[in-house]
């Protein structure tokens, strides 16, 4: 899209307002699904109130994407086994799409100016969870008194849900851009790498830290495409760290070892019920895992129901049904979840083959236009929200729901960020 010019428009106080609940947005996820969903809400009223002076936004192609995804979903709320638990995420994600056409307005109108000023607070505070994160590792609680109810895991500022990796995820590159953009001399980036990716494995959610793992490796690559040596030895250094840490912490140990590859060391209380490197490998880890169990009934699921699934956040409800109960995976009685742990097989049971086919497109078409404006911008910070969408869908690897509150306020704040940024470029 072409950039708007604001010049003639004086900044008032409800586009301020929206200004500072942007810059807000991470403590509402910090503090609660309440403060998300009503940031979230606020910010999407002000452009609907406006929505005569916001019709040029609306003109892009990626609104008519966000249409077409919107009414695939009402199909799915149609075919839902249970319109209730449907109709409100249906709602929500209506009020998504002009949060996000807002953020873009915003952006675009105070980028030069407060808008850094954001980005340096979502710095500050990815420091702040950072230290929060490392004093409740040395001494057992954060510094609100929260701890963890599982060993090798850390609240830090959300007590009991034990998410604070899903938030790592979700603005560590937006901390290494600013730091970037600053002009940090590259000891004390590389430095700050090293930490993140440390800090991320200490967290102890395995697949978060395998995400933000991912993540801060491409964002290295393509920053320092031909520093080989550079990012062979930090991946070096840092796997020398993991290892030394698994070898000396029984914790860490039993999160990210024992756990996979069972053996008399582990207590009874502790020991896995199978090994990722078993003889038929991942298959056979999956039959004695939670993990296998959500997933095969979650497919059995969009098997029976393939082309509409069974609504949105029904899957809770209908994995109960005793035709999903499959004794070949050890714990089959175990297999009820608000979710199947994969966005992939959550969108295939949930909306079948139709929402997910259109959910693709719609991810598709966001990214191709994003990765566009981003080859002629070079924008760091929408470099950051495109690899953490791509990060966020990654297969197999185990997931949050989609559609829940709290995963949700992370990737459409980074989705926001990835498409907001787009500018002088039609598409």
Known sequence: MTEIKFKKINYNFIDTLNLFLIGLYPVAIITGNFFINLFTFLISLNFLLNIKNNIYFLKQKLFYIFLFFFFTLIINLIFSVNFENTAPR???FFFIIFFIFQFQRISQKFNNTYFKSIYKFWFILFI???????????????????????????????????????????????????????????????????????????????????????????????????????????????????LSIIKFNDEYKNRYLLQFMPTHEASPALRPSGSLFSINSYLDFMKKSQHGAHRISAYQIFKDNMYTGVGIKNF?????????????????KFRHGTHPHQVHLEFLSETGIIGYISFLIFILFSLYAAIKNYSKSKNLYQLSGIIYVITSLLPIIPSGSFFSTFGGGIFWLNFAIMIGLNRNIKF
């Open 316 to 332: 809770r409800d209908v994995v109960a049904e005793k035709k999903y109960e499959n004794n070949e995976y050890l714990l089959t």
């Open 90 to 92: 249906i709602i929500k």
């Open 128 to 242: 702040i969870t950072s230290l929060d994160i490392i004093f409740e590792i040395i001494v057992g609680q954060n510094l609100l008194g929260f701890k963890a109810n599982l060993t090798g895991r850390v609240a830090s500022f959300f007590g009991d849900e034990l998410v604070v990796g899903a938030f790592y995820h979700g603005f560590v590159l937006i901390f290494l851009s600013y730091l970037i953009n600053t002009k940090s001399n590259n000891y004390i980036l590389l430095l700050s790498i090293f930490c993140v990716i440390l800090i991320s494995f200490l967290i102890g959610e395995r697949s978060n830290f395998i995400k933000v793992f991912i993540s801060v490796l491409i964002f290295f690559l393509f920053l320092f495409k031909t520093h080989y040596k550079k990012i062979i030895s930090m991946i070096v250094v840092l796997v020398i760290s993991f």
